[in-house]
Nanobody, 123 residues
């Protein structure tokens, strides 16, 4: 069982930036960021595999950057030009298998989940 711990959430004004971090306690092949805003369903934001291949949702591709430090088992989500609609609980998710369709950004594909970190964007 791999434990995931997110950090870096907080409050920002519109147009601000924020970097989220996810630390894994063990080996993971792919890691993704999901978010769930008030009254909304959980949605995939970005994902990265061990080889550095990335996938973004349409809402994230122009403003968010996912990256990783494999040596430290860390994955980051750098968010720029924040908007009020980015307000959500952000979750790190990961899996150790290379067989899942991690690029599909489906929550059910990932076995390990963190507790989430809150991001609030105000105008």
């Amino acid at each position: 069982q791999v434990q995931l711990v997110e950090s870096g959430g907080g409050s920002r004004q519109v147009g601000g930036s924020l970097r989220l971090s996810c630390i894994a306690s063990g080996y993971t092949y792919s890691t993704a960021w999901f978010r769930q805003g008030p009254g909304k369903e959980r949605e995939g934001v970005a994902a990265i595999d061990r080889n550095g291949i990335v996938k973004y949702s349409d809402t994230a591709k122009d403003r968010f950057t996912i990256s990783q430090d494999n040596d430290k088992n860390r994955v980051y989500l750098q968010m720029y030009s924040l908007k009020p609609e980015d307000t959500a609980m952000y979750y790190c998710a990961a899996d150790s298998s290379a067989q899942i369709d991690w690029w599909a950004l489906r929550a059910l594909d990932f076995a390990y989940w963190g507790q989430g970190t809150q991001v609030t964007v105000s105008s």
